[in-house]
């Protein structure tokens, strides 16, 4: 049945109740003390979700690949330029900018960071940015994490001391798999490699390998 309610707000509007007598007249009580009409509540949203958020102005195919985990400004939507006004968390939107001017390499650093080195490759990309929102507001030094990691990784080359013949077999047949040189010199193994990501899996293999034997890495 349809009832005509006098919502908190001031205004009026139609609703639709089921249930018995008493249960929808509980329901009009509830919406006279504390509900809001559907614009009020849009505006109210919206001022909710802006709170601690960025207006972003992109094109709606940008906001749907890789945004749309995102609240949108009401009616912001252009239909002939296609563009549309997208929330973004202010803690997201930093980072978010600091990636479109270094690249993919800084988002792959922090989803390595935000998942503990685990491989995320193929996941769509509104779900990495849900995996490093909720890391960043769980984790107040991210900033500093991102740092030390993209320095940590500029290094292109590892250098391996105290290293017993067992372990340096050990890690040449690792190391085999990837596009990186290894040279033997006074006691030291020096490994020199290219690519980021190969980088800084032998990086996570040696700080492994630390864990239970007694060699010392640098990286340079």
Not at 54 to 79: E, G, P, R
Not at 133 to 157: G, P, R, S, T, V
């Amino acid at each position: 049945m349809k009832y005509e309610v006098t919502f908190s707000c001031g205004h009026t509007g139609t609703v639709q109740l089921y249930g018995k007598g008493d249960e929808r007249e509980r329901k009009i009580r509830y919406f006279e003390e504390y509900g809001v009409c559907s614009e009020c509540y849009k505006e109210r949203r919206t001022v909710e979700a802006e709170i601690g958020c960025k207006h972003v102005i992109m094109s709606y195919k940008a906001y749907k690949t890789d945004y749309s985990f995102c609240d949108v400004l009401n009616d912001s939507y252009d239909k002939q330029k296609k563009i549309i006004t997208v929330l973004v968390p202010e803690a997201l939107a930093d980072f978010i900018d600091a990636k479109n001017k270094c690249g993919a390499t800084l988002f792959n650093a922090a989803i390595k960071i935000a998942t503990n080195n685990k491989n995320k490759e193929g996941k769509h990309y509104a779900e990495c940015y849900e995996i490093v929102k909720a890391y960043i507001k769980a984790h107040a030094d991210f900033a500093k994490e991102l740092q030390a990691y993209m320095q940590q990784q500029k290094a292109n080359k590892i250098v391996v001391s105290n290293i017993t013949m067992d372990e340096e077999q050990l890690v040449r047949m690792y190391i085999k798999q990837f596009d990186a040189e290894i040279n033997d010199n006074e006691n030291k193994l020096t490994i020199t490699y290219k690519d980021f990501n190969e980088g800084s899996l032998i990086s996570e293999y040696l700080d492994c390998l630390a864990k239970i034997a007694n060699i010392n890495i640098e990286r340079a």
